[in-house]
């Protein structure tokens, strides 16, 4: 089975500071792997995806997220954040064992502060 | 700008009725899924379905039913809510797939409706 482990819960970081969020995902087959964004009071919307090829992929808004199969990672980062960045981040996964249905990890919140 | 509609965004309700969750999508997807989210938890996937008349349950066992009648329209029913049942309910849709855009097709998903049952 397919798992997603963010390691932070809750990232507080001040406007216009870099930040990193940790996902780790367990499976030993070829893997999608993908990045959500969820605003207040919306649903989940598709931030970036790693399907194949280079290992950085980039995103709406700024975001880059790299993905390292030596250490099944896939950092979700941003080298300068804004406000407006505040929101709950999912990391998911597909593939890994023949299932097309994402599984999602439990979400890091990025608090940006002023 | 949302393709998938959920309603009602917020419902609250008593113990013991019967809700209907609406879930509709007007980009042809044939895929469906329903994800139960509460604070600081995985999202949980309750049902999903393949396409017309095709439905099967999820990881997380839900006294929920579902059906799909037709592509679009996708509802959850609860025939006698809980308090247990109080979360966040999101519907999301996957396009029709071929070869391997199976697993790498991202999920659109509708805002949500927050059930709280009193």
């Known amino acids: 089975a397919q798992s997603v482990t963010q390691l932070d819960s809750q990232v507080p970081v001040f406007e216009e500071a870099p930040v990193e969020l940790r996902c780790n995902y367990s499976?030993?087959?070829?893997?999608?792997l993908f990045w959500y964004v969820q605003y207040p009071n919306q649903g989940l919307q598709l931030l970036l995806k790693y399907l194949s090829g280079s290992t950085l992929v980039k995103g709406i808004n700024g975001f880059e997220a790299e993905f390292n199969k030596s250490q099944t990672s896939f950092h979700l980062r941003k080298p300068s954040v804004h406000i407006s960045d505040t929101a709950e981040y999912f990391c998911?996964?597909?593939?890994?064992?023949?299932?097309?249905?994402?599984?999602f990890g439990r979400g890091t919140s990025l608090i940006v502060h002023p | 700008e949302a393709d998938i509609y959920q309603t009602p965004r917020y419902l609250v309700i008593g113990t013991g009725k019967k809700i209907t969750l609406e879930c509709s999508q007007t980009m042809g997807h044939d895929k469906m899924y329903w994800y139960q989210q509460d604070p600081g938890m995985e999202l949980h996937l309750i049902h999903y379905?393949?396409?017309?008349?095709?439905?099967e349950k999820g990881d997380l066992s839900s006294e929920s039913t579902v059906s799909r009648i037709r592509t679009e329209h996708f509802p959850l029913t609860l025939e006698s809510a809980r308090p247990s049942h109080t979360s966040q309910y999101l519907c999301?849709?996957?396009?029709?797939?071929?070869?391997?855009?199976?697993?790498?097709?991202?999920?659109?998903f509708g805002n949500g409706t927050r059930l709280t049952v009193t």
């Open positions: 999301a849709s996957s396009p029709p797939y071929s070869g391997t855009s199976a697993y790498n097709s991202p999920l659109h």
């Open positions: 998911a996964v597909t593939g890994s064992g023949g299932s097309y249905i994402p599984t």
């Open positions: 499976s030993s087959v070829s893997v999608y």
């Open positions: 379905s393949y396409g017309v008349n095709s439905t």
